[in-house]
């Protein structure tokens, strides 16, 4: 007897299917089916044969592969007694629940008294396809793994694309070649990671970032995350995601994986993209002030590190505003004894020494320029100099000679008595202060991997949001160490990087844009003579780069010259009389003739307005700049666009090219078939044109 589910959003079909009341598999996922589709021909069609060396029937890639059944790749569920005796459940349907947009889905093992439960959520406006597996058992079982519901991965691609990166290099994309066996990531650093992003697409064979199919995968998960895609030898794929391995260690009756967000596009990489921005930015995030503009941010970081004194800080205030600054953010070293990175982390109590009447007059100051406070709290650190421990040292997660990571450690939120400790302390100071932001850090490391952890981290997360729920948080981890939809449900900006470097942010925010919208994504005009590259930028590329997303400032303002301070006045004035239809803006990557050319296409969703950035990374290989291929535009429509820094043309760009000198009046089919030309330019510089739909 088959069962089959179908479940249709607009723009992608799901159907699972199973046979004689066992789990199903996906038996298809990609672009909408007709509502006549027989699912029951369907599941037929998608059995495969088998031949000599087979067993007699194809192990099922079920939603939960099951090694009690013959299945000989990587199973869905490893699962041990209280004893630690291996337990090998085989499922039957107990029962099914669907509505329009939900599927639930019943199972249950009579022999282990284990049960697995699938739920799906549709989504007709982002298109992307929320899903879950949660166990239950009548005794405390030890797990060592459980997936997200599994997916295959399509025939049709030659290679996968998921995301490692670094300290001041995230987002780095990887392109993996299918073969049979396991590609894993399994990132043990109890935190998302610079290293492994839990997110993976799949293009088809030939696709690009504007054309083509591609499947996405992102795990909204902030403890530590494996991803295992695997070809097995009869050629069938299967893509699997769950907490990082063993890292749920006491046992339980009830236990449930993070949501698994899927998405399919017959638009390339861009339809992936689309969908993760516009259901992050729609669905996940719980913005305080929804109403309320993006501000302009400045952040003090790089301009005085630890060494705060009032008059300095006074003095950066007034620069700031004059450069249009709206929110001014108060980092690291006001509190404790910190003058360096080596102590008073967990004190969060105001530092004396550095504000003798609290940060009031501080706060007062910057609201009298008009910009709201903000204050950084690094809520899950400890330093051994600090009083909190030596007060309790038992409250350092791990060894106490374990290695250290920025001089400090990790404090064990999976404990009670330290959650309401850090909320005490971080709750006075809010209610204390006129505080509208934090600024939430995690420098580190774990010492092992614990969901525990995670789980307690996000428990004070959602008190403290109960109770201040008109104070923004900024994720940070080292720059984009702790970045995914779990997290961005309880906060509503990321810090993308530590480096404020405009080249290397160039990259990083392009590639980022495949799962992160313009509004979370903060980027900061940094120093001329960058922090943490040493490289030296002018002015306009710094500030076009960071026009791109959720813009601020982050360096010394004392150090502009009356030309940057002009460029930058400027063009952080563009950004706000265009930052209300940015934020909803889709960003879609073009795929540049020129690879020194890294460019995008911000557009509004009803497609009547656009602009693009097209920044020159290097320099290019030919003399002359190659047109520039647009993209989602109306192939009948007209467009009016205009190069919006057309006073940044350089002296060597001596041709004629149009944009240089007027607004030009071009069909979407002339635009997407051919491109934008734009004048001749130096490396790292950023053109940004212009388009109205007429």
């Known amino acids: 007897m088959t069962k089959t589910?179908?479940?249709?959003?607009?723009?992608?079909?799901?159907?699972?299917?199973?046979?004689?009341d066992r789990l199903p598999q996906v038996v298809y996922w990609g672009s909408s089916l007709s509502a006549d589709e027989s699912l029951?021909?369907?599941?037929?069609?998608?059995?495969?044969?088998?031949?000599?060396?087979?067993?007699?029937?194809?192990p099922d890639v079920s939603l939960c592969p099951e090694a009690a059944r013959s299945f000989s790749g990587q199973a869905g569920l490893i699962v041990?007694?209280?004893?630690?005796?291996?337990?090998?459940?085989?499922?039957?349907?107990?029962?099914?629940?669907?509505?329009e947009d939900f599927l639930y889905l019943s199972y249950w093992d009579e022999n282990t008294q284990i049960g697995l439960h699938f739920s799906f959520k549709t989504d007709h406006e982002t298109h992307v396809i929320s899903c879950e597996t949660h166990l239950q058992a009548s005794d405390p079982v030890h797990l060592h793994w459980l997936a997200a519901p599994v997916m295959p991965a399509p025939q049709l691609s030659n290679d996968m694309i998921d995301v490692s990166g670094r300290w001041c290099d995230e987002f780095q994309l990887k392109r993996t070649p299918w073969s049979t066996g396991a590609h894993v990531r399994d990132n043990r650093t109890g935190r998302t990671g610079h290293e492994h992003f839990p997110g993976l697409l799949i293009p088809g064979t030939g696709a690009t970032n504007t054309q083509g199919e591609c499947y996405g995968f992102h795990y909204g998960?902030?403890?530590?995350?494996?991803?295992?895609?695997?070809?097995?030898?009869?050629?069938?794929?299967?893509?699997?995601?769950?907490?990082?391995?063993?890292?749920?260690?006491?046992?339980?009756?009830?236990?449930?994986?993070?949501?698994?967000?899927l998405t399919y596009s017959d638009t390339g990489l861009n339809g992936c993209a689309v969908s993760y921005q516009r259901h992050l930015r729609d669905r996940i995030v719980t913005?305080?002030?929804?109403?309320?503009?993006?501000?302009?941010?400045?952040?003090?970081?790089?301009?005085?590190?630890?060494?705060?004194?009032?008059?300095?800080?006074?003095?950066?205030?007034?620069?700031?505003?004059?450069?249009?600054?709206?929110?001014?953010?108060?980092?690291?070293?006001?509190?404790?004894?910190?003058?360096?990175?080596?102590?008073?982390?967990?004190?969060?109590?105001i530092d004396a020494r550095k504000y003798p009447y609290g940060l009031t007059p501080l706060i007062d100051h910057v609201h009298s320029l008009g910009m709201t406070f903000g204050l950084w709290f690094e809520p899950e650190m400890i330093s051994e100099d600090s009083d909190v421990y030596r007060a309790h040292p038992e409250w350092a997660l791990g060894p106490q000679d374990?290695?250290?990571?920025?001089?400090?450690?990790?404090?064990?939120?999976?404990?009670?008595?330290?959650?309401?400790?850090?909320?005490?302390?971080?709750?006075?100071?809010?209610?204390?202060?006129?505080?509208?932001?934090?600024?939430?850090?995690?420098?580190?490391?774990?010492?092992?991997?614990?969901?525990a952890q995670a789980y307690g981290t996000y428990a004070l997360f959602d008190r403290l949001r109960a109770d201040f729920p008109l104070v923004e948080i900024e994720s940070c981890a080292s720059g984009g160490g702790r970045i995914d939809f779990g997290i961005m449900s309880r906060t509503q900006r990321v810090w993308l990087s530590d480096s404020n470097d405009a080249l290397e942010r160039l990259r990083i925010q392009h590639d980022a844009a495949l799962f992160l919208p313009s509004a979370v994504t903060g980027s900061h005009v940094g120093p001329r003579h960058c922090h943490t590259s040493?490289?030296?930028?002018?002015?306009?590329?710094?500030?076009?780069?960071?026009?791109?997303?959720?813009?601020?400032?982050?360096?010394?303002?004392?150090?502009?010259?009356?030309?940057?301070?002009?460029?930058?006045?400027?063009?952080?004035?563009?950004?706000?009389?265009?930052?209300?239809?940015m934020r909803m803006a889709d960003i879609l990557r073009l795929d540049s003739a020129d690879p020194a050319v890294i460019a995008e296409q911000q557009q509004d969703p009803s497609g009547a307005r656009f602009v693009v950035f097209a920044g020159k990374a290097a320099t290019s290989a030919q003399i002359s700049p190659r047109p520039l291929k647009l993209t989602a535009l109306d192939p009948a429509a007209m467009y009016e666009i205009t190069l919006a820094n057309r006073d940044e043309v350089v002296g060597l760009s001596r041709g004629t090219t149009a944009l240089k000198e007027r607004d030009l009046v071009l069909s979407g089919k002339y635009l997407m078939n051919h491109g934008v030309t734009l004048p001749w330019s130096f490396p790292e510089r950023m053109w940004v044109v212009e388009g109205t739909r007429l």
């Open 40 to 58: 029951e021909v369907l599941a037929a069609a998608h059995v495969i044969d088998v031949t000599g060396g087979m067993l007699d029937e194809n």
């Open 221 to 261: 998960w902030s403890g530590g995350h494996t991803m295992i895609a695997e070809e097995l030898q009869d050629g069938r794929r299967q893509v699997q995601w769950g907490h990082a391995r063993g890292t749920q260690i006491a046992p339980a009756t009830r236990i449930q994986t993070a949501p698994l967000y």
């Open 534 to 581: 040493g490289r030296t930028l002018d002015i306009t590329f710094r500030a076009w780069v960071a026009a791109q997303r959720h813009m601020g400032f982050e360096m010394d303002p004392r150090e502009l010259d009356t030309r940057e301070t002009e460029v930058l006045m400027r063009v952080t004035q563009w950004w706000k009389d265009n930052r209300a239809w």
């Open 287 to 349: 913005w305080p002030k929804p109403d309320t503009p993006r501000p302009v941010h400045y952040n003090c970081w790089e301009a005085v590190y630890f060494n705060h004194k009032w008059p300095v800080l006074k003095d950066i205030a007034e620069r700031a505003a004059h450069l249009g600054a709206e929110r001014f953010v108060l980092d690291d070293g006001w509190f404790g004894l910190r003058d360096d990175d080596t102590t008073s982390l967990a004190d969060w109590i």
């Open 80 to 99: 041990s007694d209280a004893n630690g005796r291996p337990l090998l459940p085989k499922f039957q349907f107990t029962d099914a629940v669907q509505k």
């Open 5 to 20: 589910y179908r479940l249709d959003d607009g723009r992608q079909t799901l159907v699972l299917a199973s046979e004689n």
């Open 402 to 451: 374990q290695i250290q990571g920025r001089q400090q450690k990790v404090l064990n939120m999976a404990l009670p008595q330290v959650r309401d400790f850090l909320y005490d302390r971080i709750s006075t100071v809010l209610r204390d202060n006129s505080i509208d932001y934090v600024k939430w850090d995690h420098n580190r490391v774990l010492p092992m991997p614990d969901a």
